[in-house]
């Protein structure tokens, strides 16, 4: 029995979010993501912090630190 509520979407204004341009350049699972863990607020930067979700928020900084590990820079302090 599939039970989908509309409302559970529909819960944020899409108009004050928007996917976040991080994730989607990095992330090649982005697509496959729920709809709410693609979206940032709109009035923030596209950090971790300004996801919607838990989800959404762990992703962006695991791409951050995968983004961190693999240009490995020599000078770091
Ligand atoms: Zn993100």
């Given at each position: ?14 108009r ?30 596209a ?7 838990e ?23």
């Amino acid at each position: 029995m599939e039970h989908r509520d509309p409302a559970v979407i529909n819960r944020f204004d899409t108009r004050s979010s928007r996917p976040c341009e991080f994730c989607r350049e990095l992330d090649p699972q982005f697509p496959q993501r729920r709809p709410l863990d693609q979206m940032v607020v709109t009035s923030r930067k596209a950090i971790a912090s300004a996801h919607l979700t838990e989800d959404g928020y762990v992703r962006h900084r695991m791409l951050e630190l995968r983004q961190i590990t693999s240009s490995a820079p020599l000078t770091a302090a």
